[in-house]
């Protein structure tokens, strides 16, 4: 048969299925016989192998053996057909695992909302709470404090906003205010630059035109005469020309002079006067965020202080309604009760679901088997088979050790035994019990009730 790797069901759980475990008989302790002051052992292993269902027992081991070790080896597909059909398999056994487990899911939340429901109900009647909701009592309680909680720090994010918007205001004005009085401060400096160069210009032309007076007169009295020949006149002229040429000339470039001083120097007032504002500016923000910091870290003590002494109260109406729906045998019945009815009915609906999801499992391995024409095989079939064994291996070990313990007592208290050991490990100078034990054990009935399903 070909291995179907399993899915589901972890390769842990082979280990699980494996021999079961051989607990101590327990026997390990003083009381067996009062007035004993004698100890014994007994060889547990003998003893099982004596009991009339230790064929049962082995039986029951050795098809889990085998189950495990069909899990190991197999054929491998070796045609494309076979190829292929082991991937389909492989795929659709997939898809039936992921809609098992989320079927398996989807009924677990809802028998669990069930539940939920039903104890709201229940803890509502018995607390006079009525219309608790569909969260029950406890999510009433919390869905109120979390409003609460909610209004209060709305308040406080409005309160924070609302001072943010007064300090802002504030400073917009103080800042408009300043940058006023600073403009004003610079266009009286910049009109006192210029007057001064204006005065300054005024005088150097008033110079310069008196220290050519004399010149100036002299030719315009030699132009008065009429008796001038044109040469001399046009010479004359060319001269008084040159004379306010020069003048002009000079005023023009102390004119220049002036607007580049007076440039420098408005650029300067506006510089130093950026830097002022600029520094009001920081120190103001500065201010008004420091203001902020103080007003939020209030708020955030006054939230604390007050989520707190909210806080205090839920956990003790939480507490008074603990105590008295603990203090309710009725309500308290009433709970055990339906979580009883719904976990049988949740415990059916999951039985049927498995059966299905096993079913429909089983129902794609043979398909695939018929079209590959060779056996696969449900490696996660074969787990929950050999898991099942397990149980049933471990049910009937059990009910064997309760018989042998029984036949250890008996043994004991004849013998004056007062300690039994149940290994012979350091039993020491312990008196072995071991064949006495056996001999009853295989005298016991070979029928002992014990669930054992078939391999």
Do not use: W
Request: some cysteine; proline content about 3%; overall charge negative.
């Amino acid at each position: 048969m070909n291995r179907i790797g399993p899915a589901l069901l972890c390769a842990a759980l082979f280990a699980l299925t494996a021999c079961a475990s051989k607990g101590g008989l327990g026997l390990n302790t003083s009381g067996l016989n009062g007035g004993g002051t004698a100890a014994g052992y007994v060889d547990i292993d003998k003893v099982v192998a004596a009991h009339p269902l230790n064929a049962q027992l082995q039986s029951l081991q050795d098809q889990i053996t085998e189950l495990n070790a069909s899990t190991v080896v197999g054929p491998k597909p070796v045609t494309p057909v076979q190829v292929q059909a082991q991937a389909d398999l492989q795929r659709q056994l997939a898809d039936a695992e992921a809609a098992y487990a989320k079927d398996l899911a989807d009924r677990q939340a809802a028998y669990r909302d069930e539940e939920v429901r039903a104890d709201s109900d229940i803890t509502a009647k018995a607390l006079g709470v009525p219309n608790a909701g569909p969260g029950g009592i406890m999510s009433g309680m919390q869905a109120d404090f979390a409003r609460q909680l909610a209004a209060m720090q709305t308040d406080a994010r409005a309160t924070l906003a609302a001072y943010r918007t007064s300090l802002y205001a504030q400073d917009a004005d103080h800042l408009s205010h300043v940058r006023q009085l600073i403009g004003s401060d610079v266009q009286a400096k910049e009109r006192s630059e210029e007057s001064q160069l204006s005065s300054a210009e005024t005088a150097y032309q008033i110079q310069i035109a008196k220290a050519d007076q004399d010149q100036r007169l002299n030719l315009t009295a030699k132009l008065d005469n009429l008796s001038l020949s044109p040469a001399d006149r046009q010479n004359y002229s060319a001269q008084l020309q040159a004379l306010e040429n020069r003048e002009a000339t000079l005023a023009a470039a102390k004119k220049s002079t002036d607007a580049t001083t007076l440039a420098a120097f408005e650029k300067s007032v506006q510089a130093q006067a950026e830097l002022r504002f600029n520094t009001e500016r920081a120190a103001t923000e500065k201010d008004t965020n420091a203001k902020l910091a103080a007003r939020q870290t209030d708020l955030e003590s006054t939230i604390r202080t007050q989520a707190q002494k909210l806080g205090g109260q839920f956990q003790s109406q939480l507490n008074a309604a603990n105590t008295k729906l603990g203090n309710n045998p009725q309500v308290q019945a009433q709970l055990a009760d339906e979580h009883t009815k719904i976990l049988t009915r949740y415990q059916a609906d999951a039985t049927a679901a498995l059966d299905s999801y096993q079913s429909t499992r089983k129902a794609l391995v043979a398909k695939y088997s018929q079209v590959a024409h060779m056996q696969f095989q449900d490696d996660v079939a074969l787990a929950m088979q050999a898991q099942s064994l397990a149980q049933a291996h471990q049910q009937l070990y059990d009910a064997m050790v309760r018989q042998i313990q029984s036949l250890v007592a008996d043994v004991a208290r004849r013998d004056g035994i007062g300690v039994v050991f149940s290994s012979v490990a350091g039993a020491g100078s312990a008196v072995d019990l071991t064949d006495q034990v056996a001999k009853a054990a295989a005298a016991l009935p070979s029928a002992t009730p014990a669930p054992v399903p078939g391999g």
